[in-house]
């Protein structure tokens, strides 16, 4: 499992390294990458906490509980002239404690995306991109009486790249039209199989499964309608060219809507919506909504 994490992360700082070459072609490279005004950089930390008791005698019922959720997420874009360099993090976790049940995570999210890009006009563009996603910890199915073990770190973990054409319109809009765009599935866990008959597609006795001949859509909307009101979200399609069928297509949409009640207090809500057959038959989703704090900072007002 180190290994394949290892190798995961050699892929993202590739393309990391990649980018700062092609950056580097550019006259006075060195300059420009020390002014930072061709940088767009944020970084947002955020907590909420949630607690509900009761006495023993508390008629209209109710279960004691305690819930805790946090969210890390950054960006650095880098423009200049036809070239742009963006990268995206995202990291969510959350627990829940209710009176007569251990504890259980509420969320779990690790997203990373890399993506270098080349301007033929206004809209259009080439790109090369890399794009990682897992989770921190082990996920359990509570619906039986015991806890059944379903997913962990590395398992799956998907590391998918891109090839192709981006249309940006404006700032708020982007679809990226990528051809070839090779997947590599990860399940570290090879005992896994045992509760997860389908492995997440990867073949029994097996660690990785690679998807070469594959097509990707990839669209964003990050639009902010006020001051006090933002909307981050991005929907994924993958197809896998050598199994193609409607109902083999990948799907996936993550948005995020953040009410800014005060400085540093805000109403989030999360969703994440999954169609893909080598996990489960039919739409997985998970969302939350939570109140509190958040803090921001930016190179940029």
């Excluded at 059944?148 to 249309?167: D, H, K, M, Q, W």
Aim: overall charge neutral; glycine content about 6%.
């Amino acid at each position: 499992m180190k290994k394949l994490f290892t190798i995961c992360l050699i892929s993202f700082l590739s393309q990391i390294g990649f980018s700062q070459d092609i950056l580097q072609l550019s006259d006075s490279a060195v300059n420009t990458l020390k002014d930072t005004t061709y940088w767009d950089k944020e970084l947002s930390v955020g907590f909420n906490l949630n607690q509900a008791s009761f006495s023993g005698n508390w008629k209209a019922g109710g279960v004691n509980s305690f819930a805790l959720g946090s969210i890390l997420s950054g960006k650095a874009n880098y423009a200049k002239e036809k070239w742009s360099w963006d990268n995206q993090l995202e990291l969510i976790y959350g627990v829940v404690k209710n009176d007569d049940q251990g504890l259980r995570k509420s969320n779990d999210r690790i997203f990373m995306d890399s993506k270098v890009g080349y301007k033929i006009n206004e809209k259009w563009g080439y790109f090369t991109s890399l794009n990682f996603i897992t989770q921190f910890t082990d996920g359990f199915d509570y619906t039986a009486d015991d806890p059944v073990l379903i997913s962990r770190f590395f398992a799956p973990a998907f590391l998918t790249t891109g090839f192709g054409l981006e249309y940006k319109p404006n700032e708020d809009f982007a679809l990226r039209l990528a051809p070839f765009s090779p997947r590599f599935t990860f399940v570290t866990d090879t005992e896994l199989i045992n509760t997860v008959p389908l492995n997440y597609g990867v073949p029994a006795g097996q660690t990785m499964r690679a998807e070469w001949l594959a097509f990707q859509i990839f669209m964003t909307y990050n639009k902010k309608f006020s001051e006090n009101l933002t909307l981050n979200s991005r929907y994924q399609i993958f197809a896998n060219l050598e199994t193609l069928e409607f109902r083999t297509i990948d799907h996936r949409l993550d948005f995020t809507l953040i009410a800014k009640i005060t400085r540093y207090v805000d109403v989030t809500f999360t969703s994440i919506n999954v169609y893909d057959i080598d996990m489960v038959e039919g739409i997985q989703f998970s969302q939350a909504l939570a109140l509190g704090i958040l803090y921001k900072v930016s190179n940029k007002k």
